[in-house]
């Protein structure tokens, strides 16, 4: 299923994940920028990747394993949809009635920013500011919780949130999403969620929640198209009550074979 994109997106920035321009388009720099920005930090000498674990083997593609297969690895679904489209909610539903760990991008982040390192500070700054922490950084957060988990099913939430995240979780996990659950919702139904959400998030204010949906228009819509081109995409209409999208969602995972 291709995605369809929404009228007043050009065809050309949904196609570029680095959007070129000058500094007005600031707001729209992946990771790469950041990288150079913050080089101190993100330069260290960096120990090569290690054998993978016997724990992340079972994310290797196609690993059969020799005990039976049980060390298979999990489904794993990501779950996207702009900010405020309501993925936490129904992941914790679908944790809940489907037996499915439910690890957060953003909740794995934030609790970065609690143990108050450097690496913390790095993060609060950027997600104040509406835009994507460095990939090495979260997905090294869902490789530690994905190794710590004996789930056989997976949600993956908020994440990939542009291409580089898809395609340093996929070099340094060596696996690749089952499924990718996309939540569709209008870009003003998002924005009174988000100013009622009252979590006292530092990224639920109108100038960040701005900059935050411009970021999911440019980098994220063409991770979604990725994975709609393989085939991977399923759409769920993102408005109504939370019970009425959860039966749209049911339907869908109560027609998948784990
Ligand atoms: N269908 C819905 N209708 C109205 N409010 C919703 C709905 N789903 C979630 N919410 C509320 O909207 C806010 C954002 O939802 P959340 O699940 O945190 O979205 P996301 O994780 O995509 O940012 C929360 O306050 C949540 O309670
Ligand atoms: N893959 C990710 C996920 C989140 N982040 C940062 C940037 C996001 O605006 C914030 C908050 O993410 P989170 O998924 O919690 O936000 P929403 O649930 O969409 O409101 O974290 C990131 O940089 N990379
Ligand atoms: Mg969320």
């Given at each position: 299923m291709v995605v369809e994109k929404k009228k007043k997106r050009g065809k050309s920035e949904a196609a570029d994940p680095q959007p070129r321009g000058g500094?007005?388009?600031?707001?729209?720099?992946?990771?790469t920028m950041w990288r150079r920005r913050v080089g101190a930090l993100l330069l260290r000498?960096?120990?090569?990747?290690?054998?993978?674990s016997s724990t992340l083997r079972r994310?290797?593609?196609?690993?059969?394993?020799?005990d039976g297969g049980n060390s298979r690895k999990p489904f794993i679904a990501f779950v996207l949809g702009g900010p405020g489209s309501g993925k936490g909610t129904q992941c914790a539903r679908i944790a809940s009635d489907y037996g499915f760990a439910h690890l957060s991008a953003g909740d794995l982040l934030r609790n970065e920013i609690s143990s108050g390192t450097e690496k913390g500070e790095l993060i609060l700054d950027i997600i104040k500011q509406g835009k994507i922490v460095p990939s090495e950084i979260t997905v090294e957060l869902i490789r530690k919780a994905m190794e710590s988990t004996d789930a056989k099913r997976v949600l993956i939430d908020g994440?990939?949130?542009?291409e580089e995240n898809r395609i340093a979780f996929e070099r340094i996990t060596g696996t690749e999403p089952d499924l990718v659950v996309f939540f569709d919702c209008p870009e003003d139904e998002m924005v009174k969620r988000l100013l009622g959400r009252?979590?006292?998030?530092?990224?639920?204010n109108i100038e960040t929640i701005k900059k935050r949906l411009k970021v999911f228009e440019s980098l994220n819509i063409p991770v979604i198209d990725y994975y709609s081109s393989r085939g991977k995409v399923h759409k769920i209409n993102?408005?109504?009550t939370e019970q009425e999208i959860f039966g749209a969602v049911r339907k869908l995972f109560s027609s998948l074979r784990f």
């Open positions: 500094g007005s388009r600031d707001h729209l720099l992946c990771d000498p960096r120990s090569p990747l290690p054998p993978p994310h290797l593609p196609d690993h059969q394993g020799s994440f990939p949130r542009c009252n979590q006292g998030r530092v990224d639920d993102a408005t109504g």
